[in-house]
């Protein structure tokens, strides 16, 4: 009893080493929107503020479905450590960073082709959809920098280093912060302001993720990595395009639902717009701050799985849950507490205010009800198991669909409360096949 409880608090601990500057790393980089949403909402005018929202939900959706860059890189660097291979770190990172760069090249070759295309599909019109393009016409060019970021982020946290990461988003922030208080407060650009903040934030992120990843002496080994043979096997190729390809699809999924409730806001007017823009970045740093759990269980679980230890891939598993839910209830109590009047400090438009103030009780709610999916997100990357992962988030959304056409006559709360069951319904999918999979992975051990 007194050894499982050792090794209980064990588990905590290591969870916590990494779970914790993982969430502050995430809450610096919720702190990116945040500042866009108060600096431009300090001018009082709504339309302005509701093409930030609607441009930055834009370039989130178009980003977001690449990020299986980051959560790739982390699980197999993981997996690499927890199976003691030493070059396989260097080989991650070179094969990652070259899918990097051809999908950003990818993406500036089709920018005349996907920002109209994106500002049609989420209903913009009028002088919205002139600021929103504005706004997206300069963060776009930030898009291949995004990109870098990932696989530099993801190479850095497989490797236990979350606290790198966490100081390069903290100096990030205060460039951010203070590019949007000259160029939107002081300079007067506005909506453009807030775009050439967050693409020069963008840039220096990436020269001091670069400047601090080539210190480490697995990192210069990529550069020979990327000219080996070895590196480029049809074997680990197929396993690292299987993994993107699963982690896309995936992603997909669950950005056509933020670009769903983005649009069903837009068609509600631009006040309406403004406040759920609001409470969206406040339920982002609540998602981010509990993913620091799924940031952990990615790393923990993937050495798990390379190592064999069905053991320890049961404890972790528990552990992240246990400790997740925690965290999750006093996310909860703190936007109980606070929620509606953190939501008011976000605009001085009344309308504005008041509607993000009615709206705030499904902000309360959100955490404590969605964190659950979040770690198993971890858990599910961390050992590979991303066939699985797509396959309930698309159950999910099916449902989340037929969620949003029944509760469409109910307006906006209407649209709350089919996004927040749609978060539900990934848990519930992903705890169904757990022991199955649990199962198959450890077979041998």
């Given amino acids: 009893m007194q050894r499982s409880l050792k090794s209980a608090k064990s588990q905590a601990r290591l969870l916590w080493s990494i779970a914790f500057p993982a969430m502050l790393t995430n809450v610096a980089t919720a702190l990116f929107g945040l500042a866009d949403m108060w600096a431009i909402g300090r001018l009082g005018d709504a339309p302005a503020q509701g093409a930030v929202e609607l441009g930055a939900k834009y370039m989130m959706g178009l980003l977001n479905v690449f990020n299986f860059l ?6 197999l660097t993981a997996q690499g450590t927890g199976r003691g291979e030493a070059d396989s770190q260097a080989e991650t990172l070179a094969r990652a960073m070259v899918v990097a760069m051809g999908l950003g090249a990818l ?4 920018m005349p082709l996907l920002v109209p295309l994106g500002l049609d599909l989420l209903e913009a019109q009028g002088p919205l959809r002139e600021s929103a393009g504005s706004y997206i016409d300069i963060r776009y060019w930030a898009g291949p920098l995004w990109l870098g970021n990932c696989v530099l982020v993801g190479w850095l946290i497989g490797q236990r280093l979350v606290r790198h990461v966490l100081a390069v988003e903290i100096a990030a922030n205060v460039v951010h912060i203070a590019l949007d208080l000259l160029l939107v407060l002081v300079a007067g ?6 775009g ?9 992120k990436f020269a001091v993720l670069a400047a601090l990843v080539l210190r480490r002496p697995k990192a210069r080994a990529a550069f020979v990595a990327a000219t080996r043979r070895a590196t480029w096997r049809r074997s680990e190729l197929a396993r690292l395009f299987a993994l993107n390809r699963d982690l896309f699809l995936r992603t997909l999924l669950l950005t056509a639902a933020l670009l769903a409730f983005a649009r069903s806001g837009a068609q509600a007017g631009p006040v309406t717009l403004a406040a759920n823009g609001i409470l969206f970045q406040l339920f982002m740093l609540a998602t981010l701050l509990l993913d620091g759990f799924e940031s952990a269980a990615q790393v ?14 049961r404890a ?12 999750g209830l006093a996310v909860t109590l703190a936007y109980a507490l606070g929620g509606a009047t953190l939501a008011a400090a976000f605009s001085t438009d009344p309308q504005v205010v008041a509607t993000a103030e009615a709206y705030a009780p499904w902000l309360i709610l959100l955490p404590l009800l969605g964190v659950s999916a979040y770690v198993l997100d971890g858990v599910f990357v961390g050992a590979g198991w991303t066939k699985a992962m797509m396959g ?3 159950a999910a959304m099916a449902i989340y669909g037929l969620l949003l056409w029944l509760l469409h006559p109910f307006g906006n709360p209407g649209l709350w409360a089919a996004f927040t069951l749609f978060f539900v319904l990934r848990a519930i999918g992903q705890l169904a096949v757990l022991p199955r999979l649990v199962r198959r ?3 041998a051990s």
């Fill in 107 to 110: 993406l500036l070759c089709l």
């Fill in 196 to 204: 050439t903040a967050t693409f020069s934030s963008e840039l220096f």
């Fill in 441 to 443: 992975s450890f077979a």
């Fill in 392 to 394: 309930t988030m698309l």
């Fill in 300 to 313: 923990l679980c993937g050495e798990a799985l390379g190592a064999q230890d069905r053991d320890r891939f």
């Fill in 316 to 327: 972790t598993v528990r552990t992240a849950l246990l400790w997740g839910g925690v965290m």
């Fill in 189 to 194: 650009w506005g909506v453009t302001g807030v």
């Fill in 70 to 75: 980051r959560t790739s890189t982390v699980a």
